[in-house]
């Protein structure tokens, strides 16, 4: 258990550091939700959204960003995989290690590029399908949510 809080620890520094240099080689360096899209979804916590124009510099720098998304959750599968043999455990170690790269993904940009200004600061969470935004505070609850779930889903089918 402990690993997999270690390893999401340091990918999210490793996250924070790629969007923070990203940013600053196209000339944003905070990161910036977009203001023109279409909704398809709005949750109130969460929109799905399509934005009018790509959300980075380049529409091949946005598909890098979401090759590089997926790659992420594909390293977050292989490392549960690794940390367990049943399927209730694995997907226990994969809550803990996706909950904990998110979580230290915001306290690592709070720390190296002083952001969010606050909780309340709207972030583009994710791309896959399409781009989910809102305020940062969703993730950091969601996270959290999926690591205490996480943790129990683990444990408990140790002894199970």
Same mark, same amino acid.
């Given at each position: 258990? &402990? ?11 490793? /996250? ?18 977009? %203001? +023109? &899209? ?8 969460? %929109? ?15 598909? #890098?960003?979401?090759?590089? /998304? ?12 690794? @940390? @367990?043999?049943?399927? $209730? ?7 803990? @290690?996706?909950?904990?790269?998110? #979580?230290?993904? &915001? ?6 590029? +002083?952001?969010? @200004? ?25 996270? =959290? ?8 889903? &683990?444990?408990? =089918? /140790? $002894? %199970?």
């Amino acid at each position: 258990m &402990y690993a997999l809080v270690m390893f999401g620890a340091a990918f999210g520094f490793v /996250e924070a550091a790629v969007v923070y240099d990203l940013r600053h080689i196209v000339g944003a360096p905070s990161p910036v939700a977009p %203001t +023109h &899209y279409q909704t398809i979804l709005n949750l109130g916590f969460i %929109t799905f959204i399509k934005p009018y124009r790509t959300l980075v510099a380049t529409s091949a720098l946005g598909r #890098v960003e979401t090759v590089r /998304e997926a790659c992420t959750l594909v390293m977050l599968f292989a490392v549960a995989w690794l @940390a @367990a043999h049943r399927w $209730t455990r694995r997907l226990g170690a994969f809550l803990v @290690a996706f909950g904990t790269w998110d #979580v230290t993904y &915001y306290l690592w940009l709070r720390v190296i590029a +002083h952001w969010p @200004a606050s909780l309340l600061t709207r972030d583009v969470f994710f791309l896959i399908p399409v781009p989910w935004i809102g305020p940062v505070l969703t993730p950091l609850v969601i996270s =959290a949510l999926l690591v205490l779930g996480g943790v129990r889903l &683990y444990l408990l =089918a /140790e $002894t %199970t």
